[in-house]
């Protein structure tokens, strides 16, 4: 099946940038006005779209879910740093401003074409370091995970992993209570609390949820999956 490169973006510098990437490594795009023009039909390798589009992160995860194996490439025009990490949380690929991201496509996009590597990382598995707690509640943490600080938390028999940064400003949420009754983790600092188990925001000032991830617990190893 052909490579389909799917492109969402009004900002014509932006489009103009694009279009250098697309000449110097031999790729076409699709250039679609809406978001509702990508037809099921479809099979998307790339999508590349502006993140202030109106419900971005609701698409996000929809296009997640529907073709994993798509890298999602966003553009950000002015920084916003819990919009950024509600797009990872999503299950985007690449956030970058729009200046610097059609360089790392053009680099992403050479080592794909080349066979050197796949679009979407593999999954990999991490040990974390486990917390002292004889009951439900925090039981380990991955502070020097690349790309965001992890926690893990556990109630009764099952264990939820969790992006341990508040989108809001970014303090650990594993310094925060936690309600094992609800699975409810609450922000030390300002108070926006969020559900362990889908990583869903329950209340502000946080606009967006929280990135989860898969745990495996072996013997009195935990790990997560990321």
């Known amino acids: ?11 014509p510098i932006l489009r103009s940038h694009l279009d250098r990437v697309a000449s110097k490594t031999g790729i076409e795009f699709n250039d679609l006005e809406l978001v509702s023009a990508l037809s099921d039909e479809i099979i998307p390798t790339m999508i590349i779209f502006e993140i202030e589009m109106e419900n971005s992160i609701e698409f996000i995860s929809k296009w997640k879910e529907k073709w ?48 050197i590597e796949s679009l979407t990382p593999e999954t990999v598995c991490l040990l974390t370091k486990s917390v002292v707690n004889e009951g439900d509640g925090l039981v380990a943490r991955l502070p020097d995970n690349p790309e965001d600080p992890i926690c893990v938390f556990r109630i009764e028999d099952e264990y939820y992993g969790i992006r341990d940064a508040c989108p809001h400003a970014g303090f650990a949420l594993a310094d925060g ?10 922000c030390p600092e300002h108070g926006s609390r969020f559900n362990v188990h889908s990583g869903e925001r329950i209340q502000g000032p946080a606009d967006y949820s929280i990135k989860t991830y898969p745990v495996k617990v072996d013997g009195d190893d935990i790990y997560v999956y990321v």
């Open 68 to 115: 994993p194996k798509c890298f999602l490439a966003a553009a950000v025009t002015q920084p916003d740093r819990e919009l950024w990490m509600a797009a990872d949380a999503a299950g985007c690929d690449l956030v970058s401003n729009r200046g610097a991201l059609p360089n790392l496509l053009r680099k992403k996009i050479v080592s794909f074409l080349d066979g």
């Open 177 to 186: 209570e936690f309600d094992v009754t609800t699975g409810i983790v609450t």
């Open 1 to 11: 099946m052909a490579n389909s490169f799917i492109r969402i973006v009004q900002n």
